[in-house]
């Protein structure tokens, strides 16, 4: 609560200004511009003073007027889907960084009720200056033109997309690397419960079956339709369930899926990971709620949100800039949801 007495209306309800700030912390108007606008010119001691001062004052900058002021909105708009957690921990991550480069965030979902068009839409109505879609499920022609229309960042879109900046991770390595973890702890018989149509699905689905034929398994790869959510796992499970013999492995395309196929597994007396091992995607932060800790391939949110962000500004302060791909390394996450195949 602000004490009245400090305030320089006198608790009148006068909303404080940066010239309050100002005399409050001992220095120039000028500087506290300076410090509000994360400019050089002012010292690290100097510029906590000003902090300090504004936030006993309760001030907080008039952000629409330097909107006016510059013809500048200074704002990401962010596309996700609701209920997936990894994008999530996209967003988590998106702030902070978007913050230490000066930038607010707008966030606009999509739902079974709202598609990218309108989610997108609303963004550019909103008069964000960039944007970053999560796992955007448009084809690459879509994204192209609305890359011709705006400064746009993607997090897993289409490889084929040229017109926008695209940060990924390589499936091709990540579905590997959960491969090579059940091949060398003994499985043979491996399914993939692919995502559909959903993002990235098609490169899981493929380095799937490139990782197997890789390791003399080609004959034994076989992919289940599914998708990014638990009742895809449930789903695929109980098929499995009703054959005659289970998988020794199943690898899901994301952590949700592989939720689903726990849940199944653990409703039907399955003991996991003696009698079947279970491999997610993702290591969002479900992942560790899971009854079973869920072995997983981590893609790193975090990191993948810096370059998001830096690489949407990068556009904007230089638009001859060509749009790029990065490529980020994922990592096997081995937890308690893998074991060596029942003899």
Same mark, same amino acid.
């Given at each position: 609560?602000?004490?009245? +007495? ?25 500087l506290?511009s300076?410090?509000?606008?994360n *400019? ?8 906590q003073?000003?902090?300090q001062a ?15 002021? +510059?013809?500048? +909105?200074?704002?990401l708009?962010?596309? =996700?889907? @609701?209920?997936?957690?990894?994008? %999530?921990?996209?967003?988590?991550a998106?702030?902070?960084? $978007? ?11 999509? &739902? ?5 068009? *309108?989610?997108?839409e $609303?963004?550019?109505? !909103? ?5 970053? =879609? ?26 084929? $997309? ?7 991770? &390589?499936?091709?390595a ?6 090579d ?5 003994? !499985?043979r018989?491996?399914? !993939?419960v ?7 699905? $098609?490169?899981? /689905?493929?380095?799937? /079956? ?19 959510t638990?009742q895809a ?7 499995? =369930?009703d ?6 492995a199943?690898? %899901?395309?994301n952590?949700?899926? #592989? ?6 597994? %653990?409703?039907a ?12 995607y ?5 992942? !560790? ?8 391939? /981590?893609?790193? #949110?975090?990191?993948?949100?810096r ?5 949407? @500004? ?5 638009? +001859? ?23």
């Open positions: 609560m602000i004490d009245e +007495s400090t305030r320089p209306d006198g608790g009148n309800g006068r909303r404080p200004t940066m010239t309050d700030v100002a005399r409050a912390a001992g220095v120039s108007r000028a506290v300076l410090v509000f606008r *400019k050089p010119g002012a010292g690290e001691e100097t510029r003073r000003v902090l504004a936030d006993r004052l309760g001030y907080r900058p008039d952000t629409a007027a330097r909107m006016l002021a +510059s013809h500048r +909105s200074r704002t708009g962010v596309m =996700l889907t @609701v209920h997936q957690p990894f994008q %999530a921990d996209l967003v988590e998106i702030y902070p960084e $978007a913050e230490r480069l000066g930038y607010d965030v707008l966030l606009s979902a999509t &739902a079974p009720s709202r598609d990218e068009a *309108k989610a997108v $609303a963004l550019l109505s !909103h008069r964000c200056e960039a944007l970053i =879609l999560l796992g955007p499920r448009a084809a690459a022609d879509l994204l192209d033109e609305l890359g011709s229309r705006a400064v746009v960042t993607a997090i897993n879109a289409r490889e084929d $997309a040229t017109r926008l900046d695209n940060v990924r991770t &390589a499936d091709e990540g579905v590997g690397q959960a491969v973890h059940l091949v060398a702890l003994g !499985h018989d491996i399914v !993939h692919d995502g559909g149509d959903e993002p990235g699905s $098609a490169e899981r /689905r493929g380095a799937y /079956r490139r990782a197997m034929d890789a390791r003399g398994l080609g004959g034994r790869a076989r992919v289940l339709p599914g998708a990014h638990e796992g449930q789903d695929a499970a109980r098929r499995l =369930l054959e005659a013999e289970l998988p020794t199943v690898l %899901a395309s952590d949700r899926c #592989a939720l689903g196929l726990l849940r199944a597994f %653990a409703l007396d399955v003991d996991v990971p003696a009698k079947v091992s279970v491999v997610g993702d290591d969002s932060h479900v992942s !560790h709620l899971a009854p079973v800790a869920l072995t997983t391939i /981590r893609q790193d #949110a975090e990191e993948m949100a370059h998001a962000v830096r690489l949407a @500004v990068e556009r904007l302060e230089d638009h +001859s800039r060509t749009p790029q791909q990065v490529v980020l390394d994922p990592k096997l996450v081995s937890r308690g949801s893998t074991a060596p195949p029942p003899r």
